[in-house]
């Protein structure tokens, strides 16, 4: 009998034997694709923040000034040489963007602090520290654009995610989150979350009103009239993100200031400024718009956007979500010729929308922002809606308080 029990131990059956290779060969197979996945395929996303010096730059106070003209342009040539650097490296698949985030200036010249980021495989992280830090010293090296640099100056460290959106977050017109997405209203369309982070709501007892923009972690620019009815503070709550209801979040306000000169029967000087009762914590999906210098000009035809909750179109109904539309400043001679406006637009105003109609702001878009992207993509406010008559008619564009011409009122209320 012994050998029949040999034989029955040694015959497993077929689809038992083909069951356990079938099961190691997955467990292999399973596991060599994770690492290769992760090791190789997967591309991970790094950054870095540094510093360098550029040399014979004379002192001047404005470098510490985040929107001023001089960091704009010393800010531009930067990054142009930075972007122009990366792209024409061995590295160029693995960069993703680059910016300029402080000058510091000092008595022997500026110090630059920049921002990088960069996706990579997980095996190539170290190569990839170092094949960043020598192009950008070959570059200070080279002396570019006639500016002069200490390439021995550079310093480079890898920061967390975290730490990379934190220093996004805290300067003004950006954002942190690079969506290929990002690229009513009346004529827009569905904002993605995380594009207009200064976008506020203000709500009289739960219910959308007005439009607002964050300027600083406690305080939002809108328009006088908005204040026209309701006057109690109590009534009042702030939420931002994309979706109106049910709120992103609930802030109550502590104060709002309207104009000395508005007058609720005129248009003009209809901005007003709203203090948070509590500050507000910056993330990607909330933090403040720059705010345009006074002398700063927007010319006629420039590509601007406003973003809002209001109506999609005249009497019509109110957006779930936050809409966008891209709309052209227009020259105020032409807003204000008989056929348009005739005279009613000043000085302190300005147009902004297409003479054909179609695309413009509504009703419930008030005191929200006109915002225009400068040559490094950062964003400014320059137009708070205001009125206009009816919605994307024929000559008749949306009219915006000029926010140039109150960025002393808006300093003098708020110290910003
Ligand atoms: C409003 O009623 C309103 N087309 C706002 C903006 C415009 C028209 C009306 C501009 O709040």
Redesign the pocket.
Known sequence: SRPVIASQRTSLPLWMVALMVFGVLAVLGVTIGLLVHFLAVENNTYYYEGNFKVTDIPYNSNYEKETSEETTALSKMIETQMIDAFQASSIHNQYVTSQVIKLFPSSDGVTVNIWLMFKSTLGKKADLRRNIESILYNMLKNNYASLTSDPSSLKLTEISKVNAEKTINNRCGRRAKLSSAYDRI?GGSAAQEGEWPWQASLKVKGQHYCGASLISNRWLVTAA?CFKVYKNISDWTVSFGTVVKPPYMKNKIKDFIVHENYTPLAHHDDIAVVLLAEPVRFTNNVHSVCLPEATQNIPPGSDVVVTGW?ALMKDGKFPELLQKAPVKIIDTEICNSAESYYGLVLDTMLCA?YMEGHI???????GGPLVHPNSRKIWFLVGI????????RKN????YTRVTSYRAWIASKTGI
Do not use: E, L
């Open positions: 009346k009239h209001g929308g413009d702001a509504c009703q419930g878009d008030s809606v205001s009125w206009g008559d009816d919605c994307g008749k564009p949306g009219v």
